[in-house]
């Protein structure tokens, strides 16, 4: 059996576009990365701090969904986020109110927000337990 290498391979943003695009039906027509000229960018730019509490984390991860639906959902685009198993459970504490105690790999979390401002609504999960 072949093993892994230990070697860490990034695809281009190219190339993620045309895996989201196959997996999506061609739902997903572009990937925009923050460019900083926004106080929504700014918020999703900003870098943690060597002493971050995991509590200063979650705030900040948080507070990076928040602006993302902010600058979206108003405009009725959809959102797709991919992140860790840290950023999974911020992303569920900013948008379902809930706590993720659970995250292994691969683990996912799908939210619909009608517009800005209203509460999300779960709508599909895989691999982490909430309370």
């Known amino acids: 059996a072949e093993r892994?290498?230990?070697?860490?391979t990034y695809?281009?943003?190219a190339e993620m576009l045309?895996?989201?695009?196959?997996?999506?039906?061609?739902t997903i027509t572009g990937?925009?990365?923050p460019?900083?000229?926004?106080?929504?960018?700014s918020v999703l730019l900003a870098e943690p701090s060597a002493d971050e509490s995991d509590v200063d984390s979650s705030n900040r991860m948080q507070a990076a969904f928040k602006?993302?639906?902010a600058k979206h959902l108003?405009?009725?685009?959809?959102?797709?986020?991919?992140?860790h198993g840290d950023a999974v459970d911020a992303s569920v504490r900013a948008l379902h109110g809930k706590v993720v105690y659970d995250c292994p790999e691969c683990g996912w979390?799908?939210?619909?927000?009608?517009?800005?401002g209203e509460a999300a609504t779960l709508v599909a999960q895989s691999r982490i337990a909430m309370i």
């Open 4 to 8: 892994a290498d230990g070697k860490v």
């Open 11 to 13: 695809l281009s943003s």
């Open 18 to 26: 045309e895996i989201l695009r196959g997996v999506s039906g061609n």
């Open 31 to 33: 990937i925009e990365k």
């Open 35 to 41: 460019k900083g000229d926004s106080k929504e960018d």
């Open 67 to 69: 602006a993302v639906c």
């Open 74 to 83: 108003a405009s009725g685009e959809r959102v797709l986020v991919v992140t």
């Open 109 to 116: 979390a799908a939210f619909e927000v009608a517009s800005a």
